[in-house]
């Protein structure tokens, strides 16, 4: 089965504007599923950047409209004028609800699989934030661990359903959680609001190691958030975690949540991220977005994801060492000397958190993107949460 198949054109004519795109905008160089599918086979010059709706909304809970979503955010991304670089942005069409919700999944999951497969990064336009899982679900044939980040308002799990809860928007984390064969090895849940989050799942991801972030704490300071996006393999917005204010277009939005300049710029650092392979964002609703504010938001997100992407410094700790400056220090209880990597390029730092058991000599760290701070707190002699959480999963 082709890719083609799974997808129906972009209704291109229906979202171009009466005075045209100009060269620079995105309208006029992105390669769009009009007629033709576009070219994903040739190597030299297939894009690096894969566009696709899903036109899905049956596990958006209280949210009926998301289907919608795709076509509101290209009619205002194709206005967007590209940065000082080249694009290779193909629009590959939307994805159409199947017979069964699980048939969606199906989809998603075959068109991320083919697409990471030719180093493709795919951008989804959704539908209901359970599309997340099937995003996860792409990553299952790589035969790698996953690391997750989850922008939301709020823990998408159910806690009294836990393996039985049904595939939703409010429980889809439990299906990734549990799933089997296992591949996460972390999931951050950033800008959560406390008050939306029971006691129980702030426990249980504490329990099982795994990362959160308050939006408050991030209010002010973005870049703490930072570390826990350079981490992830694959990223998802929700957009209600964006203040109602700020983005109307969801009919769960909240009175609280991120700023709309916040949630771009989260979205550049998931861009900037060496090791970011996709990216998704859900719940928009055009039927409360009459303005097209909330559609404007996420097609500038989507725009600072791809400036990112274009002014990646490829600068995780490989080689060459020259590029990195490492420091070294020992805890006040002398039990771990605590490796740290700062790149020369961008500043940014990484900690060395050692595998215990039997690996092979090229795998005897793993590389945990950290924030100076961090550095900050092992030389005075305290454990970093952050290297601890990430030691108790190697073990």
Not at 201 to 212: E, G, H, L, Q, V
Not at 247 to 264: I, Q
Not at 313 to 336: E, G, N, Q, W
């Amino acid at each position: 089965m082709s890719l083609v198949d799974f997808f129906t054109p972009v209704p291109f004519k229906s979202l171009y504007p009466e005075e045209g795109y100009y060269n620079s905008q995105f309208g006029k160089f992105v390669d769009i599923y009009e007629e033709v599918f576009p070219d994903l086979e040739d190597v030299e010059n297939r894009p690096h950047i894969a566009l696709f709706g899903v036109e899905e909304e049956r596990g958006s809970l209280n949210n009926a409209g998301t289907k919608k979503s795709p076509d509101a955010v290209r009619k205002n991304l194709y206005k967007l004028y590209q940065g000082d670089y080249t694009v290779r942005i193909a629009d590959l069409g939307n994805i159409k609800a199947g017979n069964t919700i699980n048939d969606t999944y199906f989809a998603v999951k075959t068109v991320m699989e083919e697409l990471l497969k030719k180093d493709i990064l795919p951008v989804i336009i959704g539908g209901g934030h359970d599309i997340t899982y099937g995003q996860y679900l792409g990553y299952q044939g790589l035969e790698q661990r996953v690391e997750v980040a989850v922008i939301d308002a709020k823990f998408d799990v159910d806690q009294e359903g836990v393996d039985n809860a049904v595939l939703n928007s409010d429980s889809f984390l439990n299906k990734i959680i549990l799933h089997e064969p296992d591949y996460l090895f972390n999931l951050s849940n950033i800008a959560y609001q406390t008050y939306l989050v029971s006691k129980e799942s702030i426990n249980m991801y504490d329990k099982i190691y795994f990362s959160t972030m308050r939006v408050g704490a991030i209010s002010g300071k973005l870049d703490q958030a930072e570390p826990l996006i350079r981490a992830a393999d694959m990223v998802s917005f929700d957009i209600g975690a964006v203040r109602a204010s700020e983005a109307p277009g969801n009919a769960n939005a909240n009175p609280n949540g991120l700023f709309g300049d916040e949630a771009c710029q989260l979205a550049r650092y998931a861009g900037m991220s060496d090791k970011c392979t996709s990216i998704g964002f859900y719940e928009l609703n055009p039927t409360f977005d009459p303005m097209g504010l909330t559609a404007s938001l996420v097609a500038q997100m989507i725009w600072c994801f791809v400036d990112g992407f274009y002014n990646r410094k490829h600068d995780a700790p490989l080689i060459p060492k020259s590029d990195y400056v490492i420091y070294r220090t020992t805890l006040v209880t002398d039990d771990y000397e605590l490796i740290f990597v700062k790149s020369k390029k961008s500043d940014r730092w990484w900690m060395q958190v050692p595998y215990f058991g039997s690996r092979s000599v090229n795998e005897r760290y793993y590389l945990v993107p950290c924030r100076y701070e961090d550095y900050q707190q092992a030389v005075g002699g305290d454990m970093p949460d952050l290297w601890w959480k990430t030691h108790q999963k190697l073990q």
